[in-house]
Nanobody, 114 residues
C-alpha cells in the first residue's frame, strides 16, 4: 500500500508564499508522474502542476510564473513552492502519484486572505 502525506498548508496574506511538501511511502514501483491538484467547494479538482521522473514539468496557466514544482526521486517526495499567492489560490491542495495506478494524499488547506 502506498501512502502520500502532505504538509505545509496554512493561512497567508495575498502576495505571500507557502511551500507544500508531499512524501510517498510504501511499495512504489515505476513512478512516472507526481503532481499537485486543488479543489474548492462545488468545483472539480483541477491540475496545478505535474512533474515526471525525468523532471519535465507542466503548469496550469493560472499559476505559471508563480508556482514551482520539484521532486526528489530518491526520497519519493514532491514539493510545490507557491509565491505571489492570490485569494483565488485558496483551495484544498492534493498530492497525486502515478505508479502503475494513481494514489492521492488526504489534502492540505491553503487559504489566501485579501
Amino acid at each position: 500500500q502506498v501512502h502520500l502525506v502532505e504538509s505545509g498548508g496554512g493561512l497567508v496574506q495575498a502576495g505571500g508564499s507557502l511551500r507544500l511538501s508531499c512524501a510517498a511511502s510504501g511499495s512504489i514501483f515505476g513512478i512516472n508522474v507526481m503532481g499537485w491538484y486543488r479543489q474548492t467547494p462545488g468545483k472539480q479538482r483541477e491540475l496545478v502542476a505535474t512533474i515526471t521522473s525525468t523532471g519535465s514539468t507542466n503548469y496550469a496557466d493560472s499559476v505559471k510564473g508563480r508556482f514551482t514544482i520539484s521532486r526528489d526521486n530518491a526520497k519519493n517526495t514532491v514539493a510545490l513552492q507557491m509565491n505571489s499567492l492570490k485569494p483565488e489560490d485558496t483551495a484544498v491542495y492534493y498530492c497525486r502519484l502515478v505508479a502503475l495506478r494513481e494514489y492521492w494524499g488526504q489534502g492540505t488547506q491553503v487559504t489566501v486572505s485579501s
